[in-house]
């Protein structure tokens, strides 16, 4: 596989540099400047190793992350973003859904191929845009075949199963294509003028009849077990490719037959061997994996059973996965060698050297995310680029409703989120959404009602909407 680096080009090692990724981080990420560093050296380092020679390339492995942090810092959006930034495969996982043998829980596995499933979808769209303008032309020309209703138009249909046979034995295409005839001059101008109906959209709410293909075979009951869950021996799959597609007619409107068509015609133009060729190829030299909740597994045997008996057990199935191992799945066999690892915890009850020394030793770079108090939540609900105060914002003006927020509003939403997180758990950031939803939950239901209006939050607003539930402890738990 080594031979398909085309995820990270020369051109993008000039681009991406360290500074540059935290500057996009901190587009979408308030503070945390040293988890960022941390990410962005990585990142470099996973760059700066397609740049080397085949000999040295396979010996270089990547710096796998350990965030250490309270919940609601920004250690899930820091990874996920990293991955958008470069295109890589990314999958979230939690590491407390896994167990060792003979405890009910996941496959340790089953996160690789969670990530190769992954990259094979965003290969897939990626091969569908390259080809989406054919297709589009394809899927037009054969909606104006359906709209003109001309005689052997289309694709003819398979009348049983001896056909499809036959037709497979003797290697011939399911499909006979329409024998083209010269067109009259009238068919030509009506055509034309059907064309530039379809394209301005005019047409898009008519009923048309088409055929569509559609996969059809009997749903076999899967029986998973330890080592067995998800393991891509697909039987629907093998069967599926043996016989051709069938095909029904459904009568759609023309704006969702057009789609429909572009999708079908699209799939016909790329090649799924080479789509997940190269997305195996980039789940093993690119992906990310994210392992959430390392904490809840850190600490060693206990001789009283209980819900801690199987934690060392769940690190010892880690362990090879971390360190480098092969994992089948339904595209072939996986190395883990070069895929990055960035686990997190909040180690508030736990520390990092519970872990067993080995998994220590794979996550070598350590990093703290600090607590959020009342001005990063300042900075968190106007600076990002999808900050919350402009989601708001963006989707009461649906509605006709425009909210504006004053500096001291936001100030007072912020010192009220602090506020709760002191006084109940602290979940971080994301107790400014539950402060926000209810911040915002009377106009949110009586938008459509007073629009068009114009509301200020100002502190006089917040205060008065969530008086109650702020001097009501109790009821903040339950609310806020």
């Known amino acids: 596989m080594n031979s398909q680096r085309t995820n990270h080009p020369s051109r993008q090692l000039e681009e991406l540099t360290p500074r540059r990724i935290v500057a996009q981080l901190d587009r979408y990420i308030v503070g945390q400047a040293q ?6 050296i990585a990142l470099r380092n996973r ?3 397609q740049q080397l020679s085949d000999e040295i390339r396979d010996e270089v492995i990547p710096k796998n992350i350990l965030m250490i942090g309270p919940t609601g810092v920004g250690k899930t959006e820091i990874a996920r973003r990293l991955a958008r930034l470069v295109r890589a495969p990314f999958v979230k996982v939690e590491a407390s859904k896994y167990t060792e043998v003979g405890y009910v829980g996941r496959d340790v596995d089953s996160m690789v191929r969670d990530l190769v499933e992954a990259a094979v979808r965003m290969v897939r769209e990626e091969k569908v845009e390259e ?15 359906a709209l003109q209703r001309r005689p052997g138009s289309g694709s003819s249909r398979l009348q049983s199963f001896g056909d499809a046979m036959a037709a497979m034995l003797q290697q011939r295409p399911v499909e006979t294509e329409r ?38 075979f009997m749903a076999l009951p899967v029986f998973s077990g330890q080592g067995m869950e998800e393991l891509g021996i697909n039987l629907q799959d093998m069967l599926g490719g043996m016989f051709p597609k069938q095909r029904r007619r459904r009568t759609v409107t023309v704006g969702e037959a057009r789609s429909l068509l572009i999708d079908q ?24 994996i994210f392992i959430d909740e390392m904490d809840k597994i850190a600490g060693r045997e206990r001789t009283m059973g209980g819900p801690d008996v199987s934690r060392e057990g769940v ?24 895929i990055l690892f960035v686990a997190a915890g ?10 067993i020394p080995e998994l220590q030793g794979r996550f070598p770079l350590r990093v703290e995310l600090s607590a959020l108090g009342e001005q990063d939540f300042v900075r968190i609900l106007s600076e990002p680029q999808n900050s919350l105060i402009r989601q708001y914002t963006e989707l009461m003006k649906t509605e006709g409703v425009v909210l504006e927020f004053t500096e ?12 709760v997180n002191e006084e109940t758990e602290n979940i971080g950031a994301r107790r400014l959404h539950t402060v926000m939803e209810r911040l915002l939950e009377e106009i949110s239901f009586e938008a459509s009602e007073v629009a068009p209006a114009t509301i200020r939050v100002t502190p006089e607003y917040v205060k008065s909407q969530l008086a109650d539930v702020v001097k009501n402890l109790d009821l903040t738990r339950y609310i806020l």
């Open 35 to 40: 988890a960022k560093r941390s990410v962005a």
């Open 131 to 145: 080809v989406r303008e054919r297709a589009e032309a394809r899927a037009l020309d054969r909606l104006l075949d």
């Open 346 to 355: 909040a180690f508030h009850t736990v520390k990092p050297s519970d872990l």
């Open 179 to 216: 024998e083209e005839s010269e067109e009259s001059d009238e068919e030509r101008v009506t055509r034309d003028a059907l064309r530039r109906r379809l394209l301005a959209g005019e047409l898009d709410d008519q009923m048309i009849e088409i055929e569509v293909e559609e996969s059809r």
């Open 315 to 338: 690190q010892r199935g880690l362990l090879p996965i971390v360190e480098g191992s092969t994992v089948m799945t339904k595209y072939g066999p996986v190395q883990t060698d070069h």
């Open 47 to 49: 760059m700066r190793r």
């Open 408 to 419: 001291e509003g936001v100030a007072e939403i912020a010192r009220i989120a602090a506020h």
């Open 265 to 288: 015609e699209a799939e016909r133009m790329i090649d799924m061997d080479q789509v997940t060729g190269e997305a195996v190829d980039r789940a093993e030299q690119s992906g990310i």
